[in-house]
Every structure is written in C-alpha cells, then in structure tokens.
C-alpha cells in the first residue's frame, strides 16, 4: 500500500496565562491555541519494518531519532492496541525545534492520526486520546488541530472554537530556547500562584473582538524567555515596528514570535521585509485557523 501521510501543523499559543505552580512542580496554564499552515509533515509506510527516518531543513537539529516524540507515540499507542499495526515512520522536518510552535507534540500527533487511519479507528478514539496523553502535555491539542482554549498542564481541552481565519507571519531568530529553562527563570515556587487576567467568557468570535481580547490576556512565558534569550526581543522589536503588524506576541515559551495582519497580502509583504532584513532568520507568512 502506498504510505499514508499527514501534516504536522504548528501549534500557536494565542495567550499564554500561567496561573500557578502545582505542589508536584507541574506549571497550570490557561491559553488559546490556534493551528497554522506551516508545519512538519510525516508519513507511515505499513509494509516497512519499524522505525524513523527524518530529512529536511530542520533535521539535524531534531536530535536522534530514537528520542523523538514519533516514536514514543507509536509506542503508546501498541500499549493501548497491543494488536494494531504500526510501521516505518518518515519525518520531514520543516519547523525549527525548541520554537514555541509544538513541533515535536504536532508530529507525534499526525504519527497517532495515521496510526489510527492505518487500524481503522475513528479520529476520536478513546486509545488514540489516551496514547496522546501519555507522549507528552501538548500532544491531546495537536491531535485534532483545533483552535481551543487549553487548560491544566495541557490536558484539559475546551470544545473546538471557530476562530476566523488569522493571517500571520512567524519569525524565529534560529534560537534555540529549552521549556524548562524558561519555566526556571519565570521562577514560581511550588504552590504558588500567578494572578493575571482572565480569558473573556465567552469568547468573542468576531475578528476586531477577538483580537482585543487575546491583546488583554498576556504570554507570561514572555518575560523569562527574553532574559534566557535576548534575541527575541530584537524579533518583537523589528516586527512590531513594521506597520503591517496589528499585534505581536511570543508563541508557547519562545523563541518564534508571531505577528498578526490585515490579510495575507499584508503578511507576505511583511514576511519579505524581515527575511531582507534577516536572511538567516526563519519567517513564514501563514495563516491561523
């Protein structure tokens, strides 16, 4: 059979609320996360014998294959289907890692989207959700690639939101930021808490609305980022100056920044200025959805 394939879409955190620190050091996050049309894309060949393969842009900077999150998907998913069939995994790897973008919890997902296609099970499957849970916090939202509001440590999933169509262009500086070591520098002791503003209930769907409401709910994951990385507040400089840019925002804990416009003609344009002004950064105009 000719292998199956599905996108890995990169996961944007909207807003980033950080409500607390749990007693077991796990952090307590509220945030809207949309989904863009950029991303990885991964196949599965069924008739090849078990493993991973990875090329593009990104690969090298993936790590070893044998740590990567596609793998410990398929693994989840036989302790949940002993019986199901698996296969030979490629990855091609476009989104840079360590970028706030969930890329490696979108591939692991797609990798749970066609294992479930391969064994029949609907996309809902209680064992795919189960599997997603247990590979990693962001992995239950890449699963169906909706827009919803996140809650818990990312296990507690709203009901899919019909946000409208956001034109957007990302930026990554090619700076590699670890999760932990910015939840280190955001610095909550266990048990304490982090007040800040609410998402609106409910939240509003129309377009100008909407963006003022993700405006008033903050990333509290960006202070710390910028003092482990600087360079992101160089990004958010650069594109928040440009005047096609309505609203710029880190993503998840860094380093890509995401502005967003008009429409997409807005965002190409922008994504063509940065990329003048920093060949060597990563810039994709897309949209969020």
Same mark, same amino acid.
């Given at each position: 059979?000719?292998?199956?394939?599905?996108?890995?879409?990169?996961?944007?955190?909207?807003?980033?609320?950080?409500?607390?620190?749990?007693?077991?050091?796990?952090?307590?996050?509220?945030?809207?996360?949309?989904?863009?049309?950029?991303?990885?894309? =991964?196949?599965?060949?069924?008739?090849?014998?078990?493993?991973?393969?990875?090329? &593009?842009?990104?690969?090298?900077?993936?790590? @070893?294959?044998?740590?990567?999150?596609?793998?410990?998907?398929?693994? +989840?998913?036989?302790?949940?289907? @002993?019986?199901?069939?698996? &296969?030979?995994?490629?990855? /091609?790897?476009?989104?840079?890692?360590?970028? &706030?973008?969930?890329?490696?919890?979108?591939? $692991?997902?797609? #990798?749970?989207? /066609?294992?479930?296609?391969?064994?029949?099970?609907? +996309?809902?499957?209680?064992?795919?959700?189960?599997?997603?849970?247990?590979?990693?916090?962001?992995?239950?939202?890449?699963?169906?690639?909706?827009?919803?509001?996140?809650?818990?440590?990312?296990?507690?999933?709203?009901?899919?939101?019909? /946000?409208?169509?956001?034109?957007?262009?990302?930026?990554?500086?090619?700076?590699?930021?670890?999760?932990?070591?910015?939840?280190?520098?955001?610095?909550?002791?266990? &048990?304490?808490?982090?007040?800040?503003?609410?998402?609106?209930?409910?939240?509003?769907?129309?377009?100008?609305?909407?963006?003022?409401?993700?405006?008033?709910?903050?990333?509290?994951?960006?202070?710390?980022?910028?003092?482990?990385?600087?360079? %992101?507040?160089? #990004?958010?400089?650069? %594109?928040?100056?440009? @005047?096609?840019?309505?609203? =710029?925002?880190?993503?998840?804990?860094?380093?890509? =920044?995401?502005?967003?416009?008009?429409?997409?003609?807005?965002?190409? $344009?922008? #994504?063509?200025? %940065?990329?003048? +002004?920093?060949?060597?950064?990563?810039?994709?105009?897309?949209?969020?959805?």
């Amino acid at each position: 059979m000719q292998p199956l394939v599905s996108r890995a879409r990169a996961k944007i955190n909207l807003t980033l609320r950080v409500t607390g620190r749990r007693p077991d050091g796990f952090h307590d996050l509220e945030s809207l996360v949309a989904f863009a049309g950029a991303g990885d894309l =991964v196949s599965l060949d069924a008739d090849a014998p078990p493993g991973l393969s990875v090329s &593009g842009p990104t690969a090298a900077a993936a790590g @070893p294959a044998g740590d990567n999150l596609v793998l410990r998907a398929a693994h +989840a998913f036989l302790i949940e289907m @002993p019986q199901g069939r698996a &296969g030979h995994f490629h990855l /091609l790897k476009r989104l840079p890692v360590a970028a &706030g973008l969930g890329g490696g919890s979108a591939d $692991a997902a797609a #990798a749970l989207r /066609l294992l479930g296609r391969l064994n029949g099970l609907d +996309a809902d499957d209680p064992r795919l959700i189960a599997a997603a849970r247990a590979t990693g916090s962001d992995v239950p939202v890449c699963l169906a690639s909706r827009a919803r509001l996140m809650t818990g440590v990312g296990d507690l999933l709203g009901p899919p939101l019909p /946000l409208p169509l956001l034109p957007a262009v990302l930026v990554n500086c090619r700076v590699a930021v670890p999760t932990a070591a910015v939840f280190g520098a955001l610095g909550l002791a266990r &048990g304490a808490t982090l007040p800040g503003p609410a998402h609106p209930d409910p939240l509003p769907l129309e377009r100008a609305a909407l963006e003022q409401a993700i405006e008033s709910v903050p990333n509290d994951l960006e202070p710390p980022a910028i003092r482990v990385a600087p360079a %992101i507040a160089d #990004a958010m400089a650069l %594109i928040g100056a440009a @005047p096609e840019a309505r609203l =710029v925002r880190m993503s998840g804990s860094g380093a890509t =920044v995401f502005a967003l416009t008009d429409d997409c003609r807005a965002a190409a $344009a922008l #994504a063509k200025r %940065i990329r003048a +002004a920093r060949p060597l950064w990563w810039v994709r105009p897309t949209v969020l959805r």
